[in-house]
């Protein structure tokens, strides 16, 4: 580029790159320029619509590809753009189930055998960028010879658009249908780097599965904030608050850097850094509840696309993390954390993946030891 400024090839090319990176803000400032020389060339109208793609301007990217498939309908990247607006036409669904047992200790949360399912089903998205779900979030655990159980179902709408994102959603205990409650978000984009988000439940699944068996329910917000240098940097931190019938006002705070540390064609490794630290207004109860925990661990991930033919593929994903955890009145002892994924992509539409884990904590100085697996499904009808 700087010994060629003004070629707009090479202008096409540096600003698909910057789109690859996650800045498709960016990406649209390089096109412009190679606007200036070639604004009908086919790269420069592809990057145009790819950029109205990720910047969710979804008329300018149906604009723009609407007059590139009349010029180049045999384009290979052409094709790929239609069947990606093509997928905003229909129904999707997404899935998650982890179950788990934890043994060892004689704390208040031994022998526990632990389940949450999340299951969501997405309407296609209409002309004005909205979206109806339903959605079905079950949580259960068998403690001692008790089993608690907290299972909501509801509807909702989204809208996305230019970056941004909101949702409502109005949901209900399925077991008896009590208990309704309503729930909002909002995330937005300021750049290519930074991103800040804000939800609330009035009937949070967040509140221990203890406490709802002792009969009590907690409403929750959270903010969060997300800042991206590049596809090899970022940082995160969340905040959140947990109120539960009985006065106790649960507060947490959460923050991490992730940085790739290598990467080639077929491997990519992250390196990781989290803290976390949670208070207690009134401690005790009939639930597991310091009045003051708190984590820092140190975590690696690697990927593997092990195979891959065209938009098929299978990723192999591990992932370890190593520190301490602190719990007031008991202090600090070591933890560890191991997991390792199957990552399945049939096409480019349906997907899953399947995998185990094991970590190892301490509560009230028992040490815990938890073995859990999860499946996942992903897919547009």
């Known amino acids: 580029m700087r010994q060629a400024p003004a070629h707009a090839g090479l202008r096409n090319t540096q600003a698909r790159i910057a789109r690859w990176r996650g800045w498709p803000a960016r990406s649209r400032e390089i096109t412009e320029i190679a606007e200036r020389w070639a ?33 180049y309908p045999r384009s290979r990247d052409v094709q790929r753009l239609s069947a990606e607006l093509e ?75 230019r970056r941004k994102q909101a ?34 439940d009035s009937v949070s699944m967040e509140t221990p599965l203890r406490a709802i068996d ?15 240098a590049h596809e090899s940097l970022s940082a995160y931190t969340r905040l959140g608050l947990l109120s539960i019938d009985d006065g106790n006002r649960r507060t947490s705070l959460g923050t991490g850097v992730t940085h790739r540390v290598f990467a080639n064609a077929h491997h990519a490794t992250d390196l990781g850094a989290d803290v976390y630290f949670q208070n207690n207004s009134q401690p005790g109860g009939p639930y597991f509840n310091p009045e003051q925990s708190a984590s820092l661990s140190i975590r690696v991930d690697h990927q593997w696309i092990t195979w891959r033919h065209y938009d098929r593929s299978l990723t192999q994903h591990f992932h ?62």
Do not use: C, M
């Not at 001692?144 to 809208?159: K, L, M, N, S």
């Not at 008896?176 to 984009?189: E, H, I, K, R």
């Open 39 to 71: 604004p009908d060339a086919r790269d420069t109208r592809l990057n145009r619509a790819e950029n109205a793609r990720d910047l969710g301007e979804h008329d300018a990217w149906k604009q723009e590809l609407a007059s590139l498939r009349a010029d």
């Open 87 to 161: 997928d905003r036409d229909r129904p999707s669904i997404e899935s998650e189930l982890i179950f788990g047992r934890t043994s060892g200790g004689d704390g208040l949360v031994s022998g526990d055998r632990d389940r949450t399912w999340r299951t969501r089903l997405n309407s296609p998205w209409s002309a004005h960028a909205h979206r109806v779900f339903l959605e079905h979030r079950d949580s259960t655990a068998t403690f001692d010879e008790t089993q608690a159980r907290h299972e909501r179902i509801g509807a909702g709408v989204e809208w996305a658009a």
């Open 167 to 200: 949702w409502v959603r109005l949901d209900r205990d399925l077991t008896n249908d009590t208990n309704p409650g309503v729930a909002a978000g909002w995330s937005q984009w300021l750049n290519d780097h930074w991103r800040f988000g804000i939800e609330a």
């Open 214 to 228: 002792a009969g009590l329910e907690g409403w929750a917000v959270s903010a969060s904030v997300d800042w991206r």
């Open 320 to 381: 370890a993390a190593a520190g301490a955890g602190y719990q007031s009145g008991f202090g600090s002892d070591p933890a560890i954390a191991l997991r390792y994924e199957h990552r399945w992509s049939l096409d480019r539409r349906w997907g899953f993946d399947y995998g185990v884990g094991w970590g190892s904590t301490t509560y009230d100085g028992d040490r815990e030891n938890r073995l859990f697996g999860l499946v996942r499904l992903r897919g547009i009808f």
